[in-house]
C-alpha cells in the first residue's frame, strides 16, 4: 500500500482531511530533496546561459505539460525581468511542443525515437537536457539521455520513485523519493523545483542588471 492509498483509508470520507493530508505529505518530500543537486543542476543551466547553448526539455504524459511549462519559464518568465533580454535569455527549447514532429517520428519511425530524432537535429556541443519522468524507465527519455551523453553533452534528470534506468544515465538526478506508483505527488514536486530555479533566475538577472 502506498500512502496516497493510506491517506485515502484513513481521510478520504472527508475532502477536507484528505486535503490536508495531501498537502503535509508533500511536505515530506520536499524535505528529502537534494537541494545540492538542485543547485548543481542550475549551475549547469546558467553555464549554458553564459555560453548561449540551449536547455532541452523532454517528459511524457504529465511531464511533457512540465516540460512546455519549464520551456515557458526558463525563456520568457524569465526574460520579463531582464533589461538586456536577449543577451541574458536562457535558450530553452521544449522537444514536447511541436506535435506535427512528435506524430511524424512517431508514425514513421517509431515512439522511442520522438526526442532522439529531434536531438539530433538541434543538439550542438554545449547543450543540456533535462530528462523528466516520475518512473525513469521512459524508453524514449532513455534513448535519448543515453545519446546525448555520447555527445558530450549534460543529462539532467527530474525523477521520482527511485529514480528507475535515468538515475544511473543522467550527470545530475534530482529524485522525488516517493513509492512506486504515486505519479501525482512527484509531478507536484517537480513544478515546485521548476519554480525554484526560475525565480532564482529572475533574481539573478536582475541582480546582475543591478536592480536587487
Known sequence: MNNLDKLYQERGLNAFEFSRGYAAYLITLLEKLDHKNISECIRHLEEARQNANTIFIIGNGGSASTAS???????????????????????????????????????????????????????????????????????????????FKEQGGTVIGWLGFDGGKLKNIVDVPIVVESPKGEYAPVEDIHLVINHIIVTWMQYHIMHEDGIV
Open 69 to 147: 511549462h519549464i520551456g515557458n519559464d526558463f525563456g520568457l518568465a524569465v526574460l520579463k525581468k531582464s533589461n538586456k533580454a536577449i543577451n541574458k535569455s536562457y535558450r530553452a527549447l521544449a522537444l514536447t511542443d511541436n506535435i506535427s514532429v512528435i506524430s511524424a517520428i512517431g508514425n514513421d519511425s517509431t515512439f522511442n525515437n520522438i526526442f532522439l530524432d529531434q536531438l539530433k537535429v538541434h543538439f550542438r556541443k554545449g547543450d543540456k537536457l533535462i530528462a523528466i519522468s516520475a518512473s525513469g524507465n521512459s524508453p524514449n527519455l532513455v534513448a535519448a539521455a543515453e545519446w
